[in-house]
């Protein structure tokens, strides 16, 4: 057991994902690349694209929402406003967030449920459609996580591992849902039109206690870049969420962690074994391994995430969680960028019972 987790340390002890079944990636492609006014930049953002580390990307829209045909949702004459998408939110975040559910070992004695979702509201919320569908105690304990964007998945865990501390017996349902494919804009902008050709709609779900086999849950870490905060914007608008994502991340991301406070921040005493990386995109992960000086299969597992699933804002991280923790790792940190620019952080390790 690493040095840093007390034998109750909060530990993951099972968790399980789920993606939509329709592939939209390449469809996306052709919907973004119409839009440009001339072919020359319609080939330059083809090419652009296809070096972005992605080959698949999931929706919830299905049939002719999902293939852009004439009259579906997206090529209707007008963009879908934010009462439209939210409809569609209500629709099919609950069940999918019920599939990812499902792929748990159990979720028998669940005293907390704690949702992660930056793509949707409404109310009754998910904490409370998921707890009447398990059918869980009416008086189970309820926090929701909203908007914060990527970062988020962090921020789920670091709430159910403060849970599980203040209350050693508790045992923990935390979820993470976003349907990101509810939010694509019309544009003309090459920028724009790559940043939302990387996001997809995902969920998962872990279950976090104080006790048996799990990634035990450690340290917190936070950061806000200075002067940054115009670089990623996350703001509602009357056709859906409208996301900013500057080109610029990247190389500022880079700086930040090339700088020594900031990699002792990170690293610690000892590089760990497992970098769970939220892959926000092929040039934000080469910025992370560009700026920690990292060995290029340190984020195989985000790279991985990346290719098959897109990024699927807070749910993303704990899809590559999942993949490292199949190994056991006995040192690890999360680290999850997002609208600041900030960075939320949280160091975990595998540990075996409590006793």
């Known amino acids: 057991m690493p040095a840093n987790f007390a034998s109750r340390a909060p530990r993951i002890n099972a968790i399980a994902t789920a993606v939509p079944d329709c592939d939209v990636h390449e469809r996306y492609t ?8 001339d072919e020359r930049k319609a080939k330059l953002f083809r090419r652009m694209e296809s070096r972005g580390g992605i080959s698949h990307r999931y929706s ?12 579906s949702f997206y090529m209707n004459g007008e963009e879908p406003g934010t009462h439209a998408r939210m409809e569609r939110y209500a629709a099919h975040a609950p069940d999918l ?10 979720t028998e004695g669940i005293t907390h449920i704690v949702i992660a979702s ?9 904490d409370q459609i998921i707890a009447r569908r398990l059918g869980l105690s009416t008086g189970v304990e309820r926090v929701s996580i909203g908007f914060m964007g990527c970062y988020a998945g962090v921020t789920l865990l670091r709430t159910a591992a403060h849970i599980v501390r203040s209350d050693p017996s508790a045992k923990v349902l935390a979820v993470s849902v976003e349907l ?7 544009s003309d902008d090459i920028e724009s039109l790559l940043a939302m050709g990387q996001f997809a709609d995902g969920a998962a779900a872990v279950i976090v ?8 849950l450690g340290e917190g870490l936070s950061l806000a870049l200075e002067e940054s905060d115009e670089l990623i914007t996350w703001t ?3 056709s859906g969420f409208v996301m900013h994502l500057s080109g610029e991340v990247p190389g500022k991301l880079a700086e930040a962690l090339d700088e020594a406070s900031v990699c002792e921040a990170i690293t610690g005493d000892a590089p760990p074994v497992a970098w769970a990386v939220h892959p926000g995109g092929r040039s934000v992960l080469d910025a992370v391994e560009r ?14 995430v990346l290719d098959t699933c897109g990024n699927m804002s807070s749910a993303t991280v704990l899809f590559v969680l999942q993949k490292l923790a199949k190994n056991k790792p006995e040192s690890g940190i999360a680290l999850a960028f997002g609208p600041g620019l900030a960075m939320e952080g949280l160091r975990f390790g595998w540990v075996s019972g409590h006793a």
């Open 97 to 106: 967030a019920m599939q990812a559910i499902a792929g748990l070992r159990s």
């Open 30 to 37: 052709e919907w973004a690349a119409s839009q440009l006014d």
């Open 180 to 186: 990101c494919s509810l939010h694509l804009q019309r």
């Open 118 to 126: 930056c793509t949707g509201f409404l109310a009754p919320g998910l």
């Open 291 to 304: 700026g920690l000086s990292l060995p290029p299969a340190a984020l195989a597992a985000s790279r991985s």
């Open 60 to 71: 919830v829209l299905t049939g002719g929402d999902a293939a852009m045909d004439f009259g």
């Open 209 to 216: 206690s104080g006790e048996g086999d799990g990634l035990g």
């Open 236 to 238: 509602i608008g009357d």
